[in-house]
């Protein structure tokens, strides 16, 4: 009898409860393959800024690879950088080989430079004298040669007459990208900690495979990522927000809040990230934080989903 009484009691509930909707469980149970406990961590990052000038360019690079390689004293973790993205871009160039700053002009092949290209080669080397019957390829192959000569202190071995191939230039250019192997190697051992910050969403189709920082953006697209109904994006993307804080995941990107927001958010089962954003104009130890709960943006990605070592109910 008692039985019968509870499942009227049960039905009568359920019946005046047309508005009771059951919330679907978004969290997600995973290992990561750098071994990090469940907890709560802070992933601190650093908005650095760079030079506009070719000369400090190439010393901030100096600098950053000194960083990059001796760190900071205290801390324990990869520091997460954010990167304005002509730095970025130049990253992207020293690990291709293609030059810092205005070197892409005269690392390219003459015959594919744009007009920018040609605007560079001009104004930096107005007073080089050419071939007079070479053609603009010729001219333009010239002064990339006298300019990489200068690069590494032998432009008075330039001959304005002397008809330079590609082949001239590559070996030459060879020789001087020699030197920063050192600097390619750390940057391609550190980049997986860096992110590219970018101004719009206009600009996100250019960094789709990288780790963004996004500035600015429309709150639609906000709350379709707290809702996992937004577009895909990249592998990890920070928004800075006034509404949340914390993280979720949105098919398969990782999507971080930065701000001050009251509503907190968390994904992975018995993990907590937050995000603090800090600028700096160089690499003194006081501008970075000392945090043991603190972890690289990079461990998020070697990550997998939990899976019990022995079946459920065995």
Same mark, same amino acid.
């Given at each position: 009898?008692?039985?019968?009484?509870?499942?009227?009691?049960?039905?009568?509930?359920?019946?005046?409860?047309?508005?009771?909707?059951?919330?679907?469980?978004?969290?997600?149970?995973?290992?990561?393959?750098?071994?990090?406990?469940?907890?709560?961590?802070?992933?601190?990052?650093?908005?650095?800024?760079?030079?506009?000038?070719? #000369? #400090?360019?190439?010393?901030?690079?100096?600098? @950053?690879?000194?960083?990059?390689?001796?760190?900071?004293?205290?801390?324990?973790?990869?520091?997460?950088?954010?990167?304005?993205?002509?730095?970025?871009?130049?990253?992207?160039?020293?690990?291709?080989?293609?030059?810092?700053?205005?070197?892409?002009? *005269? @690392?390219?092949?003459?015959? @594919?430079?744009?007009?920018?290209?040609?605007?560079?080669?001009?104004?930096?080397?107005? @007073?080089?004298?050419?071939?007079?019957?070479?053609?603009?390829?010729?001219?333009?192959?010239?002064?990339?040669?006298?300019?990489?000569?200068?690069?590494?202190?032998?432009?008075?071995?330039?001959?304005? &007459?002397?008809?330079?191939?590609?082949?001239?230039?590559?070996?030459?250019?060879? #020789?001087?990208?020699?030197?920063? #192997?050192?600097?390619?190697?750390?940057?391609?051992?550190?980049?997986?900690?860096?992110?590219?910050?970018?101004?719009?969403?206009?600009?996100?189709?250019?960094?789709?495979?990288?780790?963004?920082?996004?500035?600015?953006?429309?709150?639609?697209?906000?709350?379709?990522?707290?809702?996992?109904?937004?577009?895909?994006?990249?592998?990890?993307?920070?928004?800075?927000?006034?509404?949340?804080?914390?993280?979720?995941?949105?098919?398969?990107?990782?999507? *971080? *809040?930065?701000?001050?927001?009251?509503? $907190?958010?968390?994904?992975?089962?018995?993990?907590?990230? &937050?995000?603090?954003?800090?600028?700096?104009?160089?690499?003194?130890?006081?501008?970075?934080?000392?945090?043991?709960?603190?972890? $690289?943006?990079?461990?998020?990605?070697?990550?997998?989903?939990?899976?019990?070592?022995?079946?459920?109910?065995?």
């Amino acid at each position: 009898m008692k039985k019968i009484f509870y499942i009227l009691f049960c039905l009568i509930l359920f019946a005046g409860c047309d508005n009771v909707v059951l919330r679907k469980d978004k969290s997600e149970r995973v290992t990561f393959e750098k071994n990090l406990p469940q907890g709560e961590y802070t992933l601190y990052m650093y908005e650095i800024k760079y030079p506009e000038k070719q #000369e #400090e360019k190439i010393m901030f690079m100096s600098k @950053f690879e000194n960083f990059l390689r001796n760190g900071a004293e205290g801390l324990s973790h990869d520091v997460n950088f954010i990167l304005p993205k002509s730095l970025y871009d130049d990253v992207e160039s020293i690990l291709n080989d293609e030059g810092i700053g205005i070197e892409r002009a *005269f @690392f390219k092949s003459a015959s @594919f430079i744009d007009e920018n290209d040609k605007k560079i080669i001009d104004k930096e080397t107005y @007073f080089v004298k050419t071939p007079l019957n070479g053609g603009e390829i010729q001219k333009y192959l010239n002064k990339q040669y006298y300019y990489i000569l200068s690069l590494i202190g032998k432009e008075k071995e330039y001959k304005e &007459n002397f008809f330079y191939t590609e082949y001239d230039k590559r070996t030459l250019t060879a #020789e001087y990208i020699k030197e920063r #192997e050192s600097l390619k190697e750390i940057l391609s051992e550190k980049k997986k900690d860096f992110l590219v910050a970018v101004e719009n969403t206009n600009d996100l189709e250019n960094y789709k495979d990288d780790m963004v920082y996004l500035k600015k953006y429309s709150e639609k697209m906000e709350e379709n990522a707290v809702k996992h109904e937004g577009e895909i994006l990249p592998p990890v993307i920070v928004l800075k927000s006034n509404k949340y804080i914390g993280y979720t995941v949105d098919k398969g990107s990782v999507v *971080f *809040f930065d701000g001050e927001g009251k509503e $907190e958010l968390s994904y992975f089962r018995r993990y907590k990230f &937050n995000v603090k954003i800090k600028e700096i104009d160089n690499f003194n130890y006081s501008n970075f934080v000392i945090d043991d709960e603190q972890t $690289e943006i990079s461990v998020l990605l070697g990550r997998k989903k939990y899976v019990p070592k022995r079946p459920l109910g065995a």
